[in-house]
């Protein structure tokens, strides 16, 4: 993740790791939003996640008027279809940028859900073998802002109508995905022009 001059590298370690004791445990409400209010802001053009140091707004006017209490029944809903079995089968990068899809969707209630969403994302793509490439994957959704937001979605139960279906998560998902090819591309291209400098040193 790009940290911006808010985060050092501490801080997102620390957030990093917490993110990971969450999907690694019974992924409840409260262990996701303790980690929302410890991000403060949200996905914005000063940098993705973690670079404003205002406090997430919940429910005001600007993100739709809901109301707080309607969080830990949407991640409880969540954790228990993330958990299910039939998601254990799917790849672990598709299941990663799933979970940043449906944690991002809560964003009408508070603008700190988008960095919880790309921590997830980072901590599970860490726990499936795909670091360091997924340190990059922020990176890549800043130089995309627009995109990002294109495609960001928003929980059927939060949209004003209150309802309707959700949406197609196949081209956020396909996005994300971009992001964890890309992230693992500079990974190896950083590699191979150290080694080509290293050799170049030596002869």
């Known amino acids: ?51 404003r140091r205002d406090a997430p707004s919940a429910g005001g006017a600007a993100h739709g008027g809901a109301q707080e209490d309607r969080a830990e029944p949407l991640i ?10 039939a998601m254990a089968g799917e790849e672990p990068a598709v ?15 508070s603008s700190g859900y988008g960095p919880a969403a790309r921590l997830v994302e980072t901590a599970l793509l860490d726990a499936a073998g795909y670091r360091p490439g ?5 990176e890549f959704y ?16 939060l949209r004003p109508d209150g309802g309707g279906q959700g ?5 956020f998902v396909a996005f994300c995905l971009d992001g964890v090819a890309c992230g693992v591309r500079q990974v190896g291209e950083r590699v191979a022009e150290a080694l080509r400098r290293g050799v170049l040193e030596r002869h």
């Not at 993110?19 to 409840?28: D, F, I, L, P, T």
């Not at 262990?31 to 053009?45: E, K, N, Y």
């Not at 800043?142 to 059927?156: M, S």
Request: glycine share 10%; no cysteine.
């Open 1 to 51: 993740m790009a940290q911006g001059d808010a985060w050092g590298k501490n801080e997102w370690e620390g957030l990093l790791l917490r993110a990971a004791a969450w999907v690694r445990g019974k992924m409840e409400p409260a262990g996701l939003l303790a980690l929302r209010d410890a991000v403060p802001g949200g996905l914005d053009r000063k940098g993705v996640g973690g670079h």
């Open 76 to 85: 409880a809903a969540f954790a228990d279809w993330f958990k299910a079995p």
């Open 95 to 109: 299941r990663a940028a799933l979970a940043h899809y449906h944690i991002l969707s809560q964003r009408p209630l």
């Open 134 to 138: 997924s340190r990059l994957t922020a």
């Open 142 to 157: 800043l130089g995309r802002f627009t995109e990002y937001e294109a495609r960001a979605p928003v929980h059927p139960a």
């Open 167 to 171: 949406d197609d998560p196949t081209p």
